[in-house]
């Protein structure tokens, strides 16, 4: 019956705010060291997430339905919702005054890991509420991940069907393979994030700054402590942040393949060279717009590029300076760099390299389907044949991104925005990239002062792009309502 599954998802989101609400106290507590009266936000979040998540959990107890389509696009859903409410509310606890809103778009772009911000004065900002920004994104990481490789290929979502583990579908024990799996995809995202938070301290960086910093680059999510995000700290800390962001955007099968398995023919999947070559490209004519637009050495403007070129791809957000005051190439560069997006099975958002892949290779069989009208040209993906079904669900995954972009930019536009700031939004926000083109959210800008309505556009944007599309489009369909 539909109602248990409204039991099974309703015990699993009370388990994971709870979890949320834990992790809470490592900001709590930092502001009770500083001196911060922000620690009693945090206490009163934690003490009311933590008596309704218990009561939901004790209520839902008990026996639940397998794990199915329909509880998995319901639950998959309800999670982001549930918890980017539980990470809103130390914000609108806090002693700074924030509204429903602002607190709402912060704690979204914070789990989606968009990275866009509705706060300045970041340097200023008391340290717990600093950390807990960057402990939204780093949890919204790791999430991330397992959605991307345990939960998206199960529910067939634009194409991810066909990175469903191989592993799982032989096993007799499916279940035990996948809790071994999280265990290691959790120690390893914790292994990385240490190394990047040392590196960053040795590089320079303070340790608090080198831990948020490295929290918020392995989940590609962009956060900073600074409001000048990158653009104080030297070429060492920059070179250690592309490292860790290219890391960040690659599958994370690809490191268990390489160094558990030693598997480096399997490990190296086409969207990974597909991702290093576009960067590549892009960052050629990115240096030439840095190197004649500004009073950057060759060195710097190399550094320069690179680093911002890999920050928009990989959908990290930072920024070392306002890339739009390099031309109006440089401009066109970074707005192709939105749409890109890291790899499948990755912390990155964005439309995904093997999607750009898959379209590359079906336009170019459709081509030769026109010159050998007999002629019967398969599509393939890693050196294997992609199926007629995950085909079909990358063209209309496709579709509906370019629907809603130009749909919701109209929308934006609609609210007083000019057509750079409504279609750069869009885009920043659907490929969860954080900061767009224009004067207000570029770059050098952010997003507090656009309307109520403006904010609330992007926040259902940052889900949508998070989500992947398709499953809030299943759940806004009448037809997943309708009986069993």
């Given at each position: 019956?539909f109602?248990?599954s409204?039991?099974?998802?309703a015990?699993?989101?009370?388990?994971?705010c709870?979890?949320?609400?834990?992790?809470?106290?490592?900001?709590m507590?930092?502001?009770i060291?500083?001196?911060?009266?922000?620690?009693r936000?945090?206490?009163?979040?934690?003490f009311?997430?933590?008596?309704?998540?218990?009561?939901?959990?004790?209520a839902n107890?008990?026996q639940?339905?397998p794990?199915s389509?329909?509880i998995?696009?319901?639950l998959?859903?309800?999670?982001?919702?549930s918890?980017?409410?539980?990470?809103?509310?130390?914000?609108?606890?806090g002693?700074?005054?924030?509204?429903f809103?602002?607190?709402?778009f912060?704690a979204?772009s914070g789990?989606?890991?968009?990275g866009?911000t509705v706060?300045s004065g970041l340097?200023d900002?008391?340290r717990?509420?600093l950390l807990?920004?960057s402990?939204?994104q780093?949890l919204g990481?790791?999430?991330i991940?397992?959605?991307?490789l345990?939960?998206?290929?199960?529910?067939?979502?634009g194409?991810?069907q066909?990175?469903?583990?191989e592993s799982?579908?032989r096993?007799?024990?499916p279940?035990?393979r996948?809790?071994t799996?999280?265990?290691?995809?959790?120690?390893?995202?914790?292994l990385l994030?240490?190394?990047?938070?040392?590196?960053?301290?040795?590089?320079?960086m303070t340790w608090?700054?080198?831990l948020n910093?490295?929290?918020t680059?392995?989940?590609?999510?962009?956060?900073?402590?600074?409001?000048?995000?990158f653009?104080?700290f030297?070429?060492?800390i920059?070179v250690?942040?592309i490292?860790f962001?290219?890391i960040g955007?690659?599958?994370f099968?690809?490191?268990?393949?390489?160094?558990?398995?030693?598997?480096?023919?399997r490990?190296?999947d086409s969207?990974?060279?597909?991702l290093l070559?576009?960067i590549?490209v892009?960052m050629v004519p990115a240096?030439?717009s840095?190197?004649s637009?500004?009073?950057l050495?060759?060195t710097?403007a190399?550094?320069?590029?690179?680093?911002?070129?890999?920050s928009?791809v990989?959908?990290?957000?930072y920024a070392?300076?306002d890339y739009?005051?390099?031309g109006?190439?440089?401009?066109?560069v970074f707005?192709?760099?939105m749409?890109v997006g890291g790899?499948?099975g990755s912390?990155?958002g964005?439309?995904?390299?093997?999607r750009?892949?898959?379209l590359f290779q079906t336009?170019r069989?459709?081509v030769?389907?026109l010159?050998y009208?007999?002629?019967?040209?398969?599509?393939?993906?890693n050196?294997k044949?992609i199926?007629?079904?995950?085909l079909?669900?990358v063209t209309?995954f496709?579709?509906?991104?370019?629907a809603?972009?130009?749909l919701?930019?109209?929308?934006?536009?609609?609210?007083?925005?000019?057509l750079?700031?409504?279609f750069t939004?869009t885009?920043a926000?659907l490929?969860n990239?954080?900061?767009?083109?224009g004067?207000?959210?570029?770059p050098?800008?952010h997003f507090?002062?656009?309307?109520d309505?403006?904010?609330?556009?992007?926040?259902?944007?940052?889900?949508?792009?998070?989500?992947?599309?398709m499953?809030?489009?299943?759940i806004?369909?009448?037809?997943f309502?309708?009986?069993?």
């Amino acid at each position: 019956m539909f109602s248990d599954s409204y039991r099974t998802v309703a015990y699993v989101n009370g388990l994971f705010c709870l979890y949320l609400a834990l992790g809470m106290l490592p900001a709590m507590a930092v502001d009770i060291i500083d001196g911060n009266d922000d620690w009693r936000g945090f206490l009163s979040a934690l003490f009311l997430v933590g008596s309704l998540s218990g009561a939901v959990i004790l209520a839902n107890r008990g026996q639940f339905q397998p794990f199915s389509l329909r509880i998995g696009f319901l639950l998959v859903t309800t999670l982001w919702l549930s918890t980017s409410l539980v990470s809103s509310l130390p914000f609108l606890f806090g002693a700074r005054d924030i509204s429903f809103t602002d607190a709402a778009f912060e704690a979204v772009s914070g789990l989606t890991t968009t990275g866009a911000t509705v706060l300045s004065g970041l340097d200023d900002m008391p340290r717990g509420l600093l950390l807990w920004r960057s402990t939204t994104q780093w949890l919204g990481g790791i999430g991330i991940v397992a959605m991307g490789l345990l939960v998206f290929p199960f529910l067939r979502i634009g194409g991810m069907q066909f990175f469903r583990m191989e592993s799982s579908e032989r096993s007799d024990k499916p279940v035990a393979r996948i809790q071994t799996f999280a265990v290691s995809l959790i120690g390893l995202y914790c292994l990385l994030t240490l190394v990047c938070m040392v590196l960053y301290a040795v590089g320079g960086m303070t340790w608090f700054d080198a831990l948020n910093h490295a929290m918020t680059t392995i989940s590609t999510a962009g956060f900073s402590t600074r409001d000048s995000s990158f653009a104080q700290f030297g070429d060492l800390i920059l070179v250690t942040a592309i490292i860790f962001m290219l890391i960040g955007a690659m599958p994370f099968t690809a490191f268990f393949l390489l160094v558990l398995n030693n598997d480096y023919k399997r490990a190296m999947d086409s969207q990974i060279a597909a991702l290093l070559l576009i960067i590549l490209v892009l960052m050629v004519p990115a240096f030439a717009s840095a190197s004649s637009h500004g009073s950057l050495s060759a060195t710097d403007a190399l550094i320069h590029s690179l680093f911002n070129v890999v920050s928009i791809v990989t959908t990290t957000g930072y920024a070392t300076t306002d890339y739009t005051q390099w031309g109006t190439l440089s401009a066109g560069v970074f707005l192709v760099a939105m749409f890109v997006g890291g790899c499948a099975g990755s912390t990155a958002g964005g439309f995904k390299t093997y999607r750009l892949i898959i379209l590359f290779q079906t336009l170019r069989v459709s081509v030769r389907e026109l010159v050998y009208p007999n002629g019967v040209f398969p599509v393939y993906y890693n050196n294997k044949r992609i199926s007629p079904e995950a085909l079909q669900s990358v063209t209309t995954f496709f579709t509906a991104y370019i629907a809603i972009l130009f749909l919701f930019t109209l929308l934006l536009a609609a609210t007083g925005l000019d057509l750079v700031t409504a279609f750069t939004g869009t885009l920043a926000t659907l490929s969860n990239v954080g900061p767009a083109l224009g004067d207000i959210i570029g770059p050098a800008g952010h997003f507090g002062p656009l309307s109520d309505t403006a904010k609330w556009l992007l926040i259902m944007l940052m889900f949508l792009g998070r989500l992947e599309i398709m499953t809030v489009l299943v759940i806004a369909s009448p037809v997943f309502w309708r009986g069993n």
